[in-house]
């Protein structure tokens, strides 16, 4: 048994929002998918500023709407952009808007190639913005091994923001799922760490 923390925790970092596309699935279901783009992204904006993973000093776990409202925002700045939406981008954009609240995300192989930027920028900020609660959560002091591998983790994070995002889908569900496993690990689940660490070989042997 080990502890990773310093005395009582006080530390809260999630503002415990809501995710309210209300607006933007009104706006699509009356056929009027790009006028449902701007409330959509202005929903998960909001949303993702106001989330953390710190709630009365104890670590929550990156939850699928967070990774869907990343996802989502990104994709309605992307296809409010765009000359035209094809229909692959037509149905993974609607997935996105009638699951994301509910935590319910297109499969990796369910995302177009076009869109391959969108989930992998969105979940390297996600995981970025994970790995910074985890700090909070550690007091600053994190422990071994769990901070090798979030270092790992912050390489892989850099390479993906280098890339503009432009990753294999599954590589980008493989750093969720590192971050998660870490997350597990601290909160004492032993098997944490070398799930993460299988992860984060997987993502180096396709580097």
Do not use: W
């Amino acid at each position: 048994m080990r502890s990773v923390g310093v005395g009582e925790r006080s530390q809260h970092t999630d503002g415990n929002a809501t995710l309210d596309l209300s607006d933007a699935q009104r706006a699509a279901a009356d056929g009027d998918l790009r006028g449902a783009l701007d409330p959509a992204v202005d929903a998960c904006r909001d949303y993702c500023q106001s989330r953390g993973f710190v709630s009365g000093g104890d670590l929550l776990d990156l939850d699928d709407t967070y990774l869907a409202a990343q996802e989502l925002r990104r994709a309605g700045v992307l296809l409010g952009d765009a000359l035209r939406i094809g229909d692959e981008e037509e149905r993974y954009v609607l997935a996105l808007l009638n699951g994301a609240a509910n935590g319910d995300r297109p499969s990796p192989g369910a995302v177009p190639e076009s869109m391959r930027a969108v989930r992998g920028l969105g979940y390297a900020a996600a995981v970025e913005t994970y790995r910074s609660d985890v700090r909070s959560f550690c007091d600053g002091e994190i422990p071994e091994p769990e901070r090798g591998l979030l270092e790992r983790l912050r390489e892989h994070g850099k390479r993906v923001k280098a890339l503009d995002g432009e990753v294999e889908p599954e590589d980008a569900d493989r750093l969720v799922a590192a971050v998660r496993a870490i997350g597990d690990s601290l909160r004492g689940d032993d098997a944490g760490v070398e799930r993460a660490r299988s992860h984060l070989d997987q993502l180096e042997e396709l580097v």
